[in-house]
C-alpha cells in the first residue's frame, strides 16, 4: 500500500489526528496542508464543479475536525480515513441533487480545474499517485472501469450493470478482482 | 475464508451502496468476525488509496481558517517571530569594529585558500554534472527503450491471452468430441459384441447345414441277390454324389468260378449303357471293402450292380447280373 499505518508519514499524520481531537489548530492546519491536493483532487473528479468539490473538502475537514477523536488507527490509514469521509461527503451531495446520467458522465471526463497544479503535487505525493496509477494499470481494462465507475462515479453496482449492459454478477466479480488486484499490486510496490 | 458473496457485501459497504439496515447488519458483522474485520480494512485502505488516480489539484489554503472561524473558535494570525532586544552598551561600538578589522585580516588571508579549493571543487563538480547530465541520458534512453519493451510485451501478453482463450475453446469442444467418440465407441463394442454372438450362432447354424448338405450328399444303396445262390451275401454301396465315387462292402460272396470276375457297374439314367466300375477281386470269402470310381463321368447314379462277367471284365454288362439295388 503506499501508506500503511506503520509508514513514517502515517504515523505523523495519526498524531495529527490525536492533536486535532485534543483541539490543536496547527496539528489541524498541518493535516490540511499534507492531505487537501490529493482530497481535493478526489472532489473534484467527483463533482466535476470546483466550486461545490471546495464545499465537499470544506465539509470533509469540518468532520475530522469535529470527529478526530473517533479515529482508529488499528482500522485504516489517516488518507484511506480521510478520503472515505471526503469521498462520503461527496457522494451526498450528489444524492441530494440527484444530477443523474448526466452529471456522471461528466465525472468521467475527469478534467481538472484550471489552477496551477504543479505546486498540488509534492514530491511524495507524486510517488505515491504514480504508484498507484501504475498499478491501475496493470488491472484489466474492464476491471478498471467498473472500479472506478463505482468509486468516482457513485454507480452502484446495479447502475453499472445497466449501464455496460453486462450481468450483475460480472460487475460484482470486476470490482472484487478489481479491488484485490490492486491490493496486491500496492503491496508488491511497498 | 471469506466467500465472495460476503467479500461483495462488505464492498458494497464500504461504497455506500447499502442501506441503513444492510448497512447496520454488515458493520455487525465486520466488527464480530475478526477475518471479516481484517479483509474490510484492506479492503477501506485499497479503496482509499484509489483517491491517488485522481489528479491532485491545489485546494484553498484558507479552509481551515473557515472551518475553526465556523467552529467558533478565535483564529490567530501565525505569531511572528519575537524580535531580539539589544542591550545597549556603551563599548559594544568599539567592539564590533575591533572584531570587524580582525575578522578583515583573517578574511583576507583565507580567501586565497578558499577562491583555490572553490576554483577546484567547481572543477569537480562539472565534471560531476557532464557525468550526470550522461547518466540521465543514458537512463532516459533505456526507459524510453524499457517502455517499448513493455508495450510490446503488453501487446504480446494481449495476444498469448487470445491465444489461451482460443485453444481452451478448442479444448472444450475436443473434449466434447472425445466424448462422443467414447459414447460411440462404447456403443460399436455393444453391437460388435451382438455381431459376435449372432455370428456364432451362425457359424453353428452353418456347421448344422453343412453336416446336412454333406449327408445330403451320401447315397446308400443295399444291392438285393438276384441269383439263390447268392442269397447269404451282403452288398452295400456308399456314393458320394459330390465326389463322384463310392465305397462298396460285400461280404459273404464266394470268389468267382475261374475264368470269371465280378464287375461292378453304376446306372446312369442320362447313359444309354451302365457304366462300368470295375472289376472286383474277391479271392476269398469273407468281408471285402474296396473304393471305386466310374470309368466314366457319371451325372446322376441311380442304381448300382454286380455282373458276372468273364476274367478281366467287359465294356458292357454282358453276362448274369447277381446284384442290383438302388
Redesign the interface.
Known amino acids: 500500500m503506499p501508506r500503511l499505518a506503520d509508514d513514517p508519514e502515517s504515523k505523523f499524520e495519526v498524531s495529527l489526528i490525536s492533536r486535532i481531537a485534543d483541539g490543536d489548530e496547527s496539528a489541524f492546519a498541518a493535516l490540511y496542508q499534507r492531505l487537501s491536493s490529493s482530497l481535493y483532487g478526489l472532489a473534484y473528479r467527483m463533482m466535476n464543479d470546483a466550486k461545490e468539490a471546495e464545499d465537499v473538502l470544506q465539509e470533509g475537514f469540518t468532520y475530522i475536525w469535529r470527529k478526530a477523536g473517533s479515529y482508529d488507527p488499528t482500522r485504516s490509514t489517516p488518507f484511506a480515513w480521510a478520503v472515505m469521509i471526503v469521498r462520503n461527503k461527496a457522494i451526498d451531495r450528489l444524492r441530494v441533487r440527484q444530477r443523474g446520467e448526466r452529471l456522471r458522465e461528466r465525472v468521467e471526463q475527469s478534467v481538472g480545474p484550471e489552477r496551477d497544479e504543479s505546486s498540488a503535487e509534492e514530491p511524495a505525493l507524486r510517488e505515491r499517485s504514480a504508484i498507484v496509477r501504475s498499478a491501475l494499470e496493470q488491472i484489466p481494462r474492464e476491471q478498471r472501469e467498473a472500479l472506478e465507475l463505482a468509486f468516482f462515479g457513485d454507480l452502484t453496482h446495479e447502475e453499472i450493470a445497466d449501464r455496460l449492459t453486462t450481468p450483475l454478477g460480472t460487475i460484482k466479480a470486476r470490482i472484487r478482482r478489481g479491488l484485490l488486484k490492486l491490493r496486491e499490486f500496492l503491496q508488491e510496490e511497498t | 475464508m471469506i466467500d ?1 458473496q460476503t ?2 457485501l462488505v ?2 459497504y ?4 447499502l442501506d441503513a439496515p444492510q448497512m447496520e447488519n454488515v458493520r455487525a458483522q465486520i466488527e464480530s468476525d475478526p477475518e471479516l ?1 481484517t479483509f474490510a ?20 489554503p484558507d ?2 481558517q ?3 472561524r ?2 467558533g ?1 478565535s ?1 490567530q494570525p501565525a505569531p511572528k517571530p519575537p524580535r531580539s532586544r539589544i542591550v545597549a552598551l556603551n563599548l559594544l561600538p568599539w567592539a564590533l569594529a575591533a572584531c570587524l578589522a580582525i575578522a578583515c585580516v583573517i578574511l583576507g588571508l583565507d580567501r586565497q585558500r578558499v577562491r583555490k579549493g572553490l576554483s577546484k571543487e567547481l572543477a569537480a563538480r562539472r565534471q560531476t554534472n557532464a557525468q550526470t547530465s550522461d547518466a540521465l541520458a543514458q537512463l532516459q534512453q533505456r526507459s524510453a527503450a524499457s517502455e517499448k519493451e513493455i508495450a510490446s510485451f503488453r501487446e504480446k501478453s494481449a495476444d498469448l491471452e487470445k491465444q489461451l482463450a482460443a485453444l481452451q475453446e478448442k479444448d472444450a469442444e475436443a473434449l466434447k468430441e472425445l466424448a462422443a467418440l467414447k459414447q460411440k465407441a462404447a456403443e460399436d463394442e455393444q453391437a460388435v459384441a451382438a455381431l459376435t454372438q449372432k455370428d456364432a450362432e451362425s457359424q453353428k447354424e452353418l456347421a448344422a447345414l453343412k453336416q446336412k448338405n454333406l449327408l445330403s450328399e451320401i447315397k446308400i444303396a443295399t444291392l438285393k441277390a438276384q441269383v439263390a445262390k447268392f442269397q447269404q451275401a451282403n452288398a452295400v454301396v456308399v456314393w458320394d454324389t459330390d465326389q463322384r465315387n463310392g465305397v462298396l462292402q460285400l461280404d459273404k460272396l464266394p470268389p468267382p468260378a475261374p475264368g470269371k470276375d465280378y464287375q461292378l457297374w453304376v446306372i446312369d439314367p442320362s447313359k444309354p449303357l451302365p457304366v462300368s466300375a470295375g472289376v472286383l477281386s474277391v479271392p476269398s470269402v469273407g468281408l471285402i471293402r474296396t473304393s471305386f470310381q466310374p470309368v466314366q463321368p457319371v451325372q446322376s447314379a441311380a442304381a448300382f450292380a454286380i455282373s458276372l462277367e468273364k476274367s478281366g471284365g467287359s465294356m458292357k454288362p454282358e453276362g448274369q447280373i447277381i446284384f442290383i439295388g438302388k
Not at chain 2, 464500504?14 to 451502496?17: A, Q
Not at chain 2, 480494512?41 to 484553498?60: D, I
Request: charged share 30%; net charge negative; aromatic share 2%.
Open positions: 465472495e467479500q461483495d464492498l458494497q464500504l461504497l455506500g451502496e474485520r480494512n484492506e479492503m477501506e485502505e485499497t479503496l482509499g488509496s484509489l483517491a491517488y488516480a485522481a489528479k491532485p489539484v491545489a485546494a484553498p479552509i481551515p473557515r472551518i475553526l465556523a467552529e473558535r483564529v
